[in-house]
């Protein structure tokens, strides 16, 4: 049972290049999450799914883009890679459960320069 | 909207009992979550309270009050592996929002010798 792994850990980026940053649970969870983090700053949502089909913009959703083809996988894609988007990209997962908090992956660190 | 506040850093001793206050104002409130984030790390799940009340864990405690706004994580007989970040979160309770949190800045909890 390994939960939440997100692929790659780190990675830098030259401006304007695009990349897709990998999520998968092994849990059967419904829904699933993605947030940024940025020094000293909150986690911000930039989309999230509520099962594979659907999914629905956050508060930061510029610049990005998803898809939940099943219920295990939930990519993030990064087009036209700029600056503002260096930061620690976390993914995570609820059970139906609502008494139960998120389980995150162990995030990806991004630059880019 | 959701706006959370919480201090943003805080020092105490080993073996002490420290308070960590979050205050917050929402458009919908669905229940309160409090998170540890260990530098580098991803956040993990402490505790939940959806009603008034004291939820205790451990060494750890959560108190909620919905009319105040106001929540506190106590963390009693404090460790050394205590020094984290601590992130209060509230759940939206939009139907069919997709439960999602906004996490405040964080406690940046120091514990010293």
């Known amino acids: 049972n390994a939960g939440v792994t997100q692929t790659p850990k780190f990675r830098i980026l030259k401006i304007g290049q695009s990349m897709t940053l990998q999520c998968a649970q092994d849990?059967?969870?419904?829904?699933m999450y993605w947030y940024r983090q940025d020094p000293g700053m909150g986690l911000k949502l930039i989309y999230y799914s509520v099962g594979a089909g659907i999914t629905d913009k956050g508060e930061v959703p510029n610049g990005y883009n998803v898809s939940r083809s099943t219920t295990e996988d939930f990519p993030l894609r990064l087009e036209l890679a700029a600056p503002s988007q260096t930061s620690v990209y976390f993914c995570a997962s609820r059970t139906n459960d609502r008494n139960y908090g998120y389980t995150f992956g162990s995030g990806t660190r991004l630059t880019v320069v | 909207g959701q706006n959370i506040d919480q201090p943003t850093e805080m020092t105490a001793t080993e073996g002490a009992i420290v308070q960590i206050n979050c205050t917050y104002q929402t458009s919908g409130f669905n229940g309160l979550f409090w998170y540890q984030q260990h530098a580098g790390e991803a956040p993990t799940f402490l505790s939940y309270n959806v009603l008034d009340g004291l939820e205790e864990k451990g060494r750890f405690s959560s108190f909620l009050s919905r009319s105040k706004g106001y929540s506190y994580l106590l963390l009693k007989e404090l460790q050394m592996k205590d020094s984290a970040s601590y992130l209060c979160?509230?759940?939206?309770?939009?139907?069919?929002?997709?439960?999602?949190?906004?996490f405040g800045t964080g406690t940046q909890l120091k514990v010293e010798l």
């Open positions: 849990m059967n969870h419904n829904y």
């Open positions: 979160a509230v759940r939206d309770g939009i139907t069919g929002g997709g439960n999602k949190l906004t």
